[in-house]
Antibody, heavy 122, light 107 residues
Framework: QVQLVQSGGEVKKPGASVRVSCRAS????????ISWVRQAPGQGLEWMGF????????DYAQNFQGRVTITTDTSTSTVHLDLRSLTSDDTAVYYC???????????????WGQGTLVTVSS | DIQMTQSPSSLSASLGDRVTITCRAS??????LNWYQHKPGKAPHLVID???TLQSGVPSRFSGSGSGTEFSLTISSLQPEDFATYYC?????????FGQGTKLEIK
């Protein structure tokens, strides 16, 4: 069965970078797009970006342009989210989520990781 | 970016009640509209996609409707496991955007 298992929680200082990983099993990673979505404390859901299935290209939300990178390691079936120049506003639970195919379903997420809490604090 | 506006922001209801949550898009999105259920400490759960398609395993008391800019999610008879926060989300264009959420609480 399809599973997305994320790396553990992180505590970072302002200005640092963080990597959150999402290991996929039960299907071939590059056959489906993967998005990252976060939820800050007391806030709603926010889409950060995704990596496409068919060509590996990425798209990022404007709020994160220049600070975020999503990559895929096919050897370990893992997608990584790298976020730089952290501030306290980046304290949130980060989720990976698998989109569907064809492309009109890229943003429809039936499968999710369990979430990773990233805390940014001095 | 397409703005998604949900109403109400919170809703208090009793077991067995029928409730409706509405979602409005700032521009037409055809039927590119999903609904998610989110409980504390869990990942969001896809309930309905393309405005009205019920996901496998989701009880038939859930239904969705709408197209263009106006959408709704209806739960016909509230059960204890339905109390959660619900989000609409447009997938018409990137960036994918969510409504602010509707917190459904027990009266």
């Amino acid at each position: 069965q399809v599973q997305l298992v994320q790396s553990g929680g992180e505590v970072k200082k302002p200005g640092a970078s963080v990597r959150v990983s999402c290991r996929a099993s039960g299907y071939t990673l590059i056959h489906y797009p993967i998005s990252w979505v976060r939820q800050a404390p007391g806030q709603g859901l926010e889409w950060m970006g995704f990596i496409r299935d068919y060509n590996g290209n990425t798209d990022y939300a404007q709020n994160f342009q220049g600070r975020v990178t999503i990559t895929t390691d096919t050897s370990t079936s893992t997608v990584h989210l790298d976020l730089r120049s952290l501030t306290s506003d980046d304290t949130a639970v980060y989720y990976c989520a698998r989109g569907g195919i064809p492309p009109r379903y890229s943003g429809t997420w039936q499968f999710w990781g369990q979430g990773t809490l990233v805390t940014v604090s001095s | 970016d397409i703005q998604m506006t949900q109403s109400p922001s919170s809703l208090s209801a009793s077991l067995g009640d029928r409730v409706t949550i509405t979602c409005r898009a700032s521009q037409t999105i055809s039927n590119y509209l999903n609904w998610y259920q989110h409980k504390p400490g869990k990942a969001p759960h896809l309930v309905i996609d393309t405005a009205s398609t019920l996901q496998s395993g989701v009880p038939s008391r859930f239904s969705g409707s709408g197209s263009g800019t106006e959408f709704s999610l209806t739960i016909s008879s509230l059960q204890p496991e339905d109390f959660a926060t619900y989000y609409c989300q447009q997938t018409y264009t990137i960036p994918y955007t969510f409504g602010q959420g509707t917190k459904l609480e027990i009266k």
